[in-house]
C-alpha cells in the first residue's frame, strides 16, 4: 500500500488548468500552499484555514472545493482548476470575470478567485439561477468589501450572457 | 497553519484499510472527505501519527436501497446522495436536510459516513440517522457489527467506534408510506453549524421529533395520540418539556434559552409542515 513517511518529499504529478505540472510535497502539506509555493499559481488566496471563508476554493475535477481543507498527496493524479485558468491566454476575461468587472463585483480582491471557482461550478450546473439560489450558493464564500449585492448582480448577468442574452445590469438598470 | 506531522497511507481497498487500523489502532485516523477533519488537523486540535486516506476508494462510495434501507458506503460523498436520482422519493428527510449541510463546496468532498462518525452535536447527518432510527455499520480485521444511531453517538463528537474499526455504510430506513418529513436549522448565515436543528416525521397519530444542538448528542422523541386540540396545547408543553429535558448550554451563538425557543417554536412548524405533507 502507497505509504508515505511524514519527512518524505513525496513528487506530485497533477494537471493544472490544462497543463501537466509536477512538484514535492510532504504528507501535511495543504493543497493551498502546494499551489502558491511549490507551483507559484498565487492567483488561489489563503484565507482561514479551516474552509469557512471561501478565499481558497479550486475546482478538483470539476468540482468547486477548498484547497485548504485537502492534503496536496490527495491531488496527486488529479485535474485542478484555479482563477490563473479563466482568462485566455490573450487576456480575454471569461464572461463571469468581465461580468466581475462591470459590475463592480470586486474591491480589494481577496474573495475574488474563490468566488469565481465557486460560481463557474454553480452557472454550469444552472444556467438560469434566481438570486436567491446564487445567495446560498455563495453564503461559503466572506466578502468584507462590497456587500454581496455586486457580485450577485454579476453573477446574474454572467449567466444571462452565457445563455446568450443580453445581460441585465443588475439594479443599476 | 499546518497540521503536525503525520505518516500518510493511501489504502488500496477496505482490507489494506482494516490492515492499516488494526496496526495503528488509536494512532490512526480515517479520512474520507475531510471536510471536519482537516480543520482539526489545521488547528492541531488532533494530531495523528498515521492518516489513513479513504476519499478515493471506489468500493466505498456506493449508494443503494434495498430491503427498507439506503445504504451510503464510506466513501460516498454528501453531493453524491444530493444527486441521488431517488433520494427525494426514498428519503424525503435526508433530501430536505443534505442542502443545510455545510456549502456546495464542502459537501462536494465531505461524506456521510464522515459527518456520522465526527458526530459533532449539531450536525445534520446524525440528526437524521437518529430521528430515522437508522444505524451504522462499523468493520474491523474480526468482523463487522451494526450499531443503532442511539448507541453510537455517546456523548459529544465521540461515537462507540473502537480504535481498530471503521464506519465502513451507514444504513438510513427509506420514507414510511403515508408519512410526512420536514426539516428546519437555525444558523447565522447559511450553511454555517446550525444553533439548533429540527427533523420531525409524523405518520398517522405519531409524532416524532429529533433535535440537534441543543444536547451533547441528537435527541428524538415521539408522542401519541395528538389530533384536534390536544394538537395545539398538549404539544406545546410536550415541546417545552422536551426542550427543559435537553438542557442546553450557552455558547458564542446562542444561549441556552434561545435554544428552547427556537425547539419550542420551530419544532411546532415543523412538526406542522411534516403532518401536511403527511397522508392523514
Known amino acids: 500500500m502507497p505509504l508515505i513517511a511524514r519527512d518524505a518529499h513525496h513528487r506530485i504529478a497533477l494537471t493544472l488548468n490544462g497543463e501537466r505540472v509536477e512538484g514535492y510535497a510532504e504528507p501535511r ?15 488561489t488566496h489563503t484565507g482561514c484555514e479551516h474552509g469557512v471563508c471561501g478565499a481558497c476554493t479550486i475546482r478538483v475535477e470539476g468540482r468547486a472545493a477548498r484547497a ?3 492534503l496536496a498527496v490527495q491531488a496527486d493524479g488529479k485535474a485542478l482548476d484555479t482563477v490563473e485558468g479563466l482568462a485566455t491566454r490573450d487576456g480575454t476575461l471569461s464572461p463571469l470575470q468581465q461580468a466581475f468587472h462591470e459590475n463592480f463585483a470586486l474591491q480589494c480582491g481577496f474573495c475574488t478567485p474563490g468566488l469565481l471557482m465557486s460560481l463557474g461550478e454553480v452557472l454550469e450546473r444552472n444556467p438560469d439561477p434566481s438570486e436567491q ?3 446560498i450558493a455563495i453564503g461559503g464564500n466572506i466578502c468584507r468589501c462590497t456587500g454581496y449585492q455586486e457580485i450577485v448582480d454579476a453573477a446574474l448577468a454572467a449567466a444571462a450572457v452565457l445563455r446568450g442574452e443580453k445581460p441585465r445590469n443588475g439594479n443599476k438598470d | 497553519m499546518k497540521p503536525a506531522a503525520f505518516d500518510y497511507l493511501r489504502p488500496a481497498d477496505l482490507d489494506e484499510a482494516l490492515a492499516a487500523l488494526h496496526e495503528h489502532g488509536t494512532d490512526a485516523k480515517v479520512m474520507a472527505g475531510g471536510q471536519s477533519l482537516m480543520p ?16 478515493d476508494l471506489e468500493s466505498l462510495d456506493g449508494i443503494e436501497a434495498s430491503n427498507g434501507h439506503i445504504e451510503i458506503g464510506a466513501a460516498a460523498t454528501q453531493a453524491s446522495l444530493g444527486e441521488w436520482p431517488e433520494l427525494a422519493a426514498t428519503a424525503p428527510l435526508l433530501a430536505k436536510a443534505l442542502p443545510n449541510i455545510g456549502h456546495f463546496q464542502t459537501r462536494n468532498r465531505g461524506t456521510v459516513c464522515g459527518s456520522l462518525a465526527h458526530s459533532d452535536p449539531s450536525s445534520e447527518l446524525p440528526l437524521c440517522l437518529a430521528t430515522l432510527g437508522g444505524e451504522v455499520v462499523l468493520q474491523s480485521r474480526e468482523g463487522n457489527r451494526r450499531v443503532v444511531a442511539a448507541d453510537f453517538q455517546t456523548a459529544m463528537l465521540t461515537t462507540d467506534c473502537g480504535p481498530q474499526e471503521m464506519v465502513v455504510a451507514a444504513r438510513f430506513p427509506v420514507a414510511v408510506a403515508g408519512a410526512g418529513y420536514a426539516f428546519a436549522e437555525i444558523a447565522r448565515r447559511h450553511g454555517d453549524f446550525a444553533i439548533v436543528a429540527l427533523a420531525a416525521m409524523v405518520t398517522g397519530d405519531t409524532i416524532r421529533l429529533g433535535v440537534g444542538g441543543v444536547a451533547d448528542t441528537p435527541q428524538v422523541r415521539e408522542w401519541h395520540g395528538l389530533e384536534g386540540d390536544a394538537l395545539t396545547d398538549e404539544l406545546d408543553d410536550a415541546l417545552n418539556a422536551f426542550a427543559w429535558e435537553m438542557g442546553g448550554s450557552d455558547d458564542v ?6 435554544r428552547r425557543e427556537i425547539v419550542r417554536r420551530i419544532g411546532r412548524k415543523v412538526i406542522a409542515e411534516a403532518a401536511d405533507a403527511a397522508d392523514r
Open chain 2, 40 to 55: 482539526m488537523l489545521n488547528m492541531r486540535l488532533l494530531a495523528p501519527a498515521v492518516i489513513v486516506d479513504i476519499s
Open chain 1, 68 to 70: 485548504c481543507l485537502m
Open chain 1, 29 to 43: 502539506m495543504l493543497l493551498v500552499d502546494f499551489l502558491r509555493h511549490e507551483l507559484g499559481a498565487t492567483g
Open chain 2, 253 to 258: 451563538h446562542a444561549t441556552a434559552r434561545y
Open chain 1, 133 to 135: 439560489e446564487i445567495r
